[in-house]
């Protein structure tokens, strides 16, 4: 990676508005002269966009364990690492993504309650010392960006989940967030205008 290019992640609950902040981000790099490669997870290559198909897709005839799902979103994860991401950042590109490890701690971690040593291992295994330059993460109450995300239409099968699956994801975002470098916690509750602005102070504040 030159010294200049970052990794942004954005994170959050379904309908926390990570879509809008993402634009925003995006515009706030460009307009400084920063090339961004934008990503997306799970997904983002051909092979990890068909692992999203596979693991948004509501199963009627078998359980899909916690544990296949977990494996599904680090699988996806190292497409889009040794493909888009690594390749990208040692260009000099600024990465913008949507969703990233968080993700799997927050959701397969808090929402599914899975073993965090499990989870652990295979963030090493994967990711090996990357770690984001700056994760803004979405606070949102579960129940209101369910109902965003409701307002959209047909819910996939992990937000079919109960609202409680989202309550202990929220406070392993919320955990995580508290405990680690380089995370701002920005409220989603707020207009989309009051959100836009305390996203772009991070910005100022974490880039100059
Ligand atoms: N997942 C996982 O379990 N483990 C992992 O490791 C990873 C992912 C990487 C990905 O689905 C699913 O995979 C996700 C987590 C899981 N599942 N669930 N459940 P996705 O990427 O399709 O879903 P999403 O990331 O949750 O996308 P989303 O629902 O589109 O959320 P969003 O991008 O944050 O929301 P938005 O589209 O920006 O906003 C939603 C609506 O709210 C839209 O109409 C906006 O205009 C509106 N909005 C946004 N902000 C505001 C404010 N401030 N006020 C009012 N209205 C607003």
């Given at each position: 990676?030159?010294?200049?290019?970052?990794?942004?992640?954005?994170?959050?609950?379904?309908?926390?508005?990570?879509?809008?902040?993402?634009?925003?981000?995006?515009?706030?790099?460009q307009?400084?002269?920063r090339?961004?490669v934008c990503?997306?997870?799970?997904?983002?290559?051909?092979?990890?966009e068909?692992?999203?198909?596979?693991?948004?897709q509501?199963?009627?005839?078998?359980?899909?364990?916690?544990?296949?799902?977990l494996?599904?979103m680090?699988?996806?994860?190292?497409?889009?690492l040794?493909?888009?991401?690594?390749?990208?950042?040692?260009?000099?590109?600024?990465?913008?993504?949507?969703?990233?490890?968080?993700s799997?701690?927050?959701?397969?971690?808090?929402?599914?309650?899975?073993?965090?040593?499990?989870?652990?291992?295979?963030?090493?295994?994967?990711?090996?010392?990357?770690?984001?330059?700056?994760?803004?993460y979405?606070?949102i109450?579960p129940?209101?960006?369910?109902?965003?995300?409701?307002?959209?239409?047909?819910?996939?099968?992990?937000?079919?989940?109960?609202?409680?699956?989202?309550?202990?994801?929220?406070?392993?975002?919320?955990?995580?967030?508290?405990?680690?470098?380089?995370?701002v916690?920005?409220d989603a509750?707020?207009?989309?205008?009051?959100?836009?602005q305390?996203?772009?102070?991070?910005?100022?504040?974490?880039?100059?």
């Amino acid at each position: 990676m030159t010294a200049a290019a970052k990794f942004i992640v954005v994170e959050g609950l379904e309908g926390a508005g990570k879509s809008s902040a993402i634009a925003l981000i995006k515009q706030y790099l460009q307009q400084s002269g920063r090339q961004v490669v934008c990503t997306r997870e799970p997904g983002g290559t051909p092979l990890a966009e068909s692992l999203r198909t596979l693991v948004k897709q509501v199963q009627t005839s078998e359980v899909v364990a916690p544990q296949t799902e977990l494996l599904l979103m680090y699988a996806a994860r190292m497409q889009l690492l040794c493909n888009v991401i690594k390749p990208a950042l040692a260009q000099g590109k600024w990465v913008l993504a949507d969703r990233h490890d968080m993700s799997s701690r927050a959701y397969q971690g808090g929402g599914r309650q899975l073993d965090e040593a499990f989870i652990d291992q295979l963030r090493t295994a994967v990711l090996g010392d990357l770690r984001p330059d700056l994760t803004l993460y979405l606070d949102i109450d579960p129940a209101i960006g369910l109902e965003r995300a409701r307002q959209r239409g047909e819910l996939d099968r992990i937000e079919q989940e109960q609202l409680a699956f989202f309550q202990r994801t929220r406070q392993k975002y919320l955990q995580i967030a508290a405990t680690e470098p380089n995370i701002v916690v920005i409220d989603a509750g707020q207009t989309l205008e009051q959100v836009q602005q305390s996203i772009t102070a991070a910005l100022h504040k974490a880039l100059g």
